[in-house]
């Protein structure tokens, strides 16, 4: 056996060894926690998976939405004309063509003011053509210069082709696709797509195959009003319809 005189210095030694170590890793801990924490880097924009919203769905147009440009120049490439300045001085270079609306051109415009997303004034504008010209061909239809009929045809046009509503898997790449698309929207839109204010009602009411009313209306495309066909068309008969060629250049 162990004599009781080398167990207890051993022991000792022992606690005192411990005592060493627990005070080093104490003095190491307190050093750590005297630092200053590193700073978390927060990210500077959160991604979000929900859609984002269109703004032209979701809120009330401001004032210049009723003034874009793109207007101006969409109708200045489809209703203009070269235009010859006459010459201001008998001397100098001539003055070169200009690309003008024609006479017939009457677009306004309507400017909204608001404040504190109240509107508080509306007021016209008139881009082409004179305010009396405006008014005196809206006078017959009973007509006011208001945005109702252009936003109509911006919402029609969006609920017709995905590719200009809203983001999605829809969405064009380039500008051919999305000419494509609105070829197919106008074609569909002016023949196959029967309007409510163009019907016409029937001499007869014709009955129905089942038990419903008679028929008393005739439906009417803006093609047939405009004299283009006489009847509805079919989306099978406008995708199979042969476009006739153009005018060809003649050979001198």
Known sequence: MVPTVFIYPIVLLAMVWLFLMLYAMWSSDSS??????????????????????????????????????????????????????????????????RWMPVPELLYAQVVKQYRRRRLVQVSHRVVFGTLAGVKHALAPQGWKINTAFIERVNLTIRQHVAAVGRRGITLCKGKAGARQQLALYHMYYNFCLPHASLRLPLPQPKPTNGSGSAKQWRPCTPAMAAGLTDHVWTLREALLFRVPPGPQPQAL
Do not use: D, M, N
Not at 52 to 67: S, V, W
Not at 79 to 89: I, K, N
């Open 32 to 97: 750590v926690a005297g630092r200053p924490l590193p700073r978390l880097i927060t990210p500077t924009c959160k991604r979000s998976h929900a859609p984002k919203p269109f703004a032209g769905l979701t809120y009330k147009p401001h004032c210049a939405a009723c003034e874009q440009r793109e207007y101006t120049t969409a109708l200045l490439a489809h209703f203009g004309q070269w235009v010859q300045p006459p010459r201001r001085q008998a001397q100098g270079p001539v003055p070169k063509p």
